[in-house]
């Protein structure tokens, strides 16, 4: 079965630092476009970062210089390491994928989630 999976989430006081993962399993042929996105409490989900195969990186302007995303393509895993948490990153962290399964093309495939929380 298909499944993208984070983990890393936790709960930290500001200016200090996470790191994600996310990785794929199931009948993956091959992994385009990998992000990660979060909804922060009571607001909209917003795209924190996007990584192309080819790891050319796309940031949010409110995360650029404090995160960083990176992926390896062999173990379908994408990461995202965040230093110099502030408050305002608090919220549910998603990533999403381009994947070839099997004979399947599916343009936007999600996660779960994991909660990040940073306190003042």
């Known amino acids: 079965q298909l499944q993208l999976a984070e983990s890393g989430g936790g709960l930290v006081q500001a200016g200090e630092s996470l790191r994600l993962s996310c990785t794929g399993s199931?009948?993956?042929?091959?992994?385009?476009?990998m992000g990660w996105h979060r909804q922060p409490p009571g607001k909209q989900r917003e795209m924190v970062a996007i990584?192309?195969?080819?790891?050319?990186?796309t940031y949010a302007d409110s995360v650029k210089g404090r995160f960083t995303i990176s992926r390896d393509n062999a173990k379908n895993t994408v990461y995202l390491q965040m230093n110099s948490l502030k408050p305002e990153d608090t919220g549910v962290y998603s990533c999403?994928?381009?994947?070839?399964?099997?004979?399947?093309?599916?343009?936007?495939?999600w996660g779960q989630g994991t909660q990040v929380t940073v306190s003042s």
């Open positions: 990584m192309t195969r080819g790891s050319r990186a």
């Open positions: 199931g009948n993956i042929v091959s992994i385009g476009n």
């Open positions: 999403s994928a381009a994947i070839t399964c099997g004979t399947y093309y599916i343009d936007d495939y």
